[in-house]
């Protein structure tokens, strides 16, 4: 059922294209058109599809009997490649809750893939415009952003202010540290698996710095580096039938790095191919990243690691325009509300400490609550949290009574008997400071 209604979806989105060759130009947007709702999506709501005049797909639903909340999403990745509808579909399944719980749902795919997150959030934006002017004028809209998303929602949250769209803003699962400091640690793994591996690349490939991810002309895949993880650390096979000298550099990287080994894949990839679109398409050639100065620690020797592997200096240039496009200010004149798997690999719960630590030099500090929760995915926590928070939420808007972790996790355990057990919140929980997790490095 799925793929066919993936199917319907899009030869619905490759007809409207076909109708309107200049989408990219400026132009008024479109009405969206009825579709079938993906998998997960109540019966009873109504889904609209379209493409917008920037290029990017985007998919509304409208649950039966809507009260006037929409939920404006911005997903995760982010992707490199072109933008298709069918990634729309995907995010609406796994936020199906969000319709369940009586909430209008809209997800772009941005208008392009690649790590540009004040475009993810102008694209956002233009959605919830198409959603206005077509589908009806919400009561109250939410900025949702996960993962990566947090980041293109606490930008846009900080862009847009001036007509107030937003009421509040939800991130989940967030990769809030900003570019500049959110992706240090994926530099380090580069450095020292090449230190452990020198594989990546091959001494006969020729050498190139690690910190701009891969020589544009590069042809290599994810399915090389795959090969080349396998090779050196075993990755593909169970820890019982890697060689001894392979699990040992596994673990070096584990204690180095800070990261369970079933994440030492997807991050090789992010620190190849996501740098790659940095630096070649964002930062004019020049890399944003550096490791000068990072004093790594937990090898079995921790001087010859530190002696054998690469230095690399941040461009200051591309630094500034990095930061630019994905830095938060903290100046966020909404209620924000983030709750974060406390083991999550992918975007660690320290980087939460620094989003406060960036709330509160914004002025933003009253205006943030943070919850953790020891269970979930980094992808998916559980259905009963998502509309324990988006309740809170939207209280601390009506009545102006800021919500604690321990109101929250009060919540989530009486939205269990509606959404199904998975509450797993820890009101006490605080967060280390990042650089207790990433080492502290020098900084142009």
């Keep these: 059922m799925m793929r066919t209604r993936l199917h319907v979806f899009s030869v619905l989105a490759a007809a409207m294209i076909g109708a309107n060759p200049g989408l990219a130009a400026e132009s008024a947007e479109a009405k969206p058109v009825p579709a079938a709702c993906p998998a997960g999506v109540p019966a009873t709501a109504s889904c609209f599809a379209g493409q917008d005049s920037a290029g990017a797909f985007y998919l509304i639903a409208q649950p039966q009997g809507w009260t006037g909340t929409l939920v404006l999403h911005a997903h995760g990745g982010p992707e490199l490649g072109a933008p298709s509808p069918e990634r729309t ?14 909430y209008a749902w809209a997800g772009s795919t941005f208008r392009q893939g690649g790590v540009e997150v004040r475009a993810a959030a102008e694209d956002t934006e233009r959605l919830r415009k198409i959603f206005v002017a077509h589908v009806g004028k919400p009561q109250r809209t939410i900025l949702h952003g996960q993962s990566w998303g947090a980041s293109v929602a606490a930008k846009g949250a900080e862009m847009f202010t001036e007509q107030k769209p937003y009421d509040a803003v939800l991130l989940t699962s967030g990769v809030l ?53 396998a090779e050196c650390l075993g990755l593909d096979k169970p820890v019982a039938q890697r060689t001894p000298e392979q699990q040992r550099k596994v673990e070096t990287i584990e204690k180095v790095i800070k990261i369970p080994a079933g994440s030492i894949q997807s991050h090789l990839n992010w620190a190849t191919f996501h740098f790659r679109d940095i630096v070649a398409k964002r930062t004019d050639g020049a890399s944003p990243f550096g490791n000068s100065g990072v004093r790594y620690s937990g090898s079995a020797d921790d001087a010859a690691l530190n002696a054998g592997v690469r230095r690399y200096k941040a461009d200051p240039a591309a630094v500034v325009r990095f930061a630019a496009d994905t830095d938060p200010t903290g100046q966020i004149p909404v209620p924000v509300l983030t709750v974060k798997w406390i083991g999550d690999p992918t975007a660690f719960v320290e980087l939460d400490a620094q989003f406060k630590e960036t709330m509160t030099r914004g002025g933003s500090a009253d205006r943030l609550v943070q919850t953790f929760v020891t269970t979930g995915t980094h992808s998916y926590i559980s259905d009963p949290t998502y509309p324990a928070l988006m309740a809170a939420l939207l209280d601390w808007v009506e009545t102006g009574a800021k919500p604690t972790p321990e109101s929250i996790a009060a919540r989530c355990g009486a939205a269990e008997a509606q959404f199904g057990a998975g509450c797993t919140f820890v009101p006490t929980y605080v967060p280390a400071a990042l650089e207790t997790r990433v080492a502290a490095r020098d900084r142009p």
């Excluded at 540290?177 to 020292?192: I, K, Q």
Aim: hydrophobic share 35%.
């Design 89 to 102: 579909a995907e995010d609406l399944t796994r936020w199906a809750i969000m319709v369940k719980a009586g």
């Design 177 to 229: 540290g900003g570019g500049t400091r959110s992706y240090d640690f994926r530099l380090d793994l580069r450095a020292v698996y090449q230190y452990l591996c020198n594989n990546h690349p091959r001494p006969d490939e020729g050498e190139y710095p690690a910190n701009i991810g891969l020589p544009v002309a590069s042809p290599l895949k994810n399915t090389d580096i795959a090969a080349r993880t």
